[in-house]
T-cell receptor
């Protein structure tokens, strides 16, 4: 699986948009970009994923560059409860010997401030 | 409710003892995973299983063992051979089964402390 690079930490003002970048320059054509977040001492929570098109759901938007080498997770109106560690991973799906493996790096610690 | 359960939430063991962590899911997912997380770090894959009676080593399998006798269950045994077993252990599952995309869903985790 491709590795990802994320900033160690970011701050965001409450009510403003939080834009979290991720580099995945070695991503292959069959790998999806996934975003998760982890609030302290809990299991990671799925946020959103995409292959090459931009995606939006009730939690966030995902912008993937045309060359797929980087992406940005956007939380449109950050709240204090969005303070968490955000993980960007790339992942192959389907049943084969390498499928299912996904590498979680250290993520970005987002702190939303009042 | 559907989901993934891990028990217990906190577990204490003496050094040299084997301990088994439970993970159960009722999501009808084919694939299940075990991760280890140390303080301030990301998740590292220990073992994963894509179908019943089959599993593969992840990046840090030494000192751990698993079984997958039932689709719903994927217990992890931390053996005495694991040099530094104190950590937060997370179980996850996903649909897999040949689909092009499958999202992992995580349990609440078990915090193991070896004294």
């Amino acid at each position: 699986d491709a590795k990802t690079t994320q900033p160690t930490s970011m701050d965001c003002a409450e009510g403003r948009a939080a834009n979290l970048p991720c580099n995945h320059s070695t991503i292959s054509g069959n790998e999806y970009v996934y975003w998760y977040r982890q609030i302290h001492s809990q299991g990671p929570q799925y946020i959103i994923h995409g292959l090459k098109n931009n995606e939006t759901n009730e939690m966030a938007s995902l912008i993937i560059t045309e060359d797929r080498k980087s992406s940005t997770l956007i939380l449109p109106h950050a709240t204090l409860r969005d303070t968490a560690v955000y993980y960007c991973i790339v992942r192959v799906a389907g049943y084969n010997t390498n499928a299912g493996k996904s590498t979680f790096g250290d993520g970005t610690t987002l702190t939303v401030k009042p | 409710d559907g989901g993934i359960t891990q028990s217990p939430k906190y577990l204490f063991r003496k050094e040299g003892q084997n301990v088994t962590l439970s993970c159960e899911q009722n999501l009808n997912h084919d694939a299940m995973y075990w991760y280890r997380q140390d303080p301030g770090q990301g998740l590292r894959l220990i073992y994963y299983s894509q179908i019943v009676n089959d599993f593969q080593k992840g990046d840090i399998a030494e000192g751990y063992s698993v079984s997958r006798e039932k689709k719903e269950s994927f217990p992890l045994t931390v053996t005495s051979a694991q040099k530094n077993p104190t950590a937060f252990y997370l179980c996850a599952s996903s649909t897999s089964g040949g689909r092009r995309t499958d999202t992992q869903y995580f349990g609440p985790g078990t915090r193991l402390t070896v004294l």
